[in-house]
């Protein structure tokens, strides 16, 4: 159909649409679609939910459901870089605290915070599938594994 859906661009639209072609039901790309606009647009409003969900022929709560799900769909506003602390059982044991606290010392924000220079969001994440390698996280789509002091030093340099 020729239908205007004018919170997504012609760009978001078509990659969108490259992904229907070869699936089995519009739906079935819910992840894909919430990827390619969050891509463009570093996070996913409700407008732009709103919008996926028409054209995957969904409806918004069932779209929001599986963004929710998904940890790396952000529907709040985000730094250019995301950095996910893995906040499970095992990660919690091997020192999840500490290393809160001392990335929060870091960045000067606390979890779920955005820096004011906007370089970094601060989130919790649920088990990353990594624990034998625990305490990890994410900076951006990079996973660290077994950190410790010196390595948030390292990746926080550049702010120090
Ligand atoms: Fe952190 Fe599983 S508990 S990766």
Known sequence: SSQIIPSLSAAELADIDAEISHAPYKAAVAIDALKIVQSYRGWVSDESLKAIAQHLEMSPAELDGIATFYNLIFRQPVGEQVILL????????????????????????????????????????????????????????????HIDRNDLTQIFRSRE
């Open 86 to 145: 893995c906040n499970s059982v095992t990660c919690w044991i091997k020192g999840y605290e500490q290393i809160r606290e001392q990335i929060s010392q870091h960045l000067g924000v606390g979890l779920g915070e955005t820096t004011t220079d906007k370089a970094y969001t601060f989130l919790p994440v649920t088990c990353l599938g990594a624990c034998d390698k625990a305490p990890v996280m994410m900076v951006g789509d990079e996973l660290h594994e």
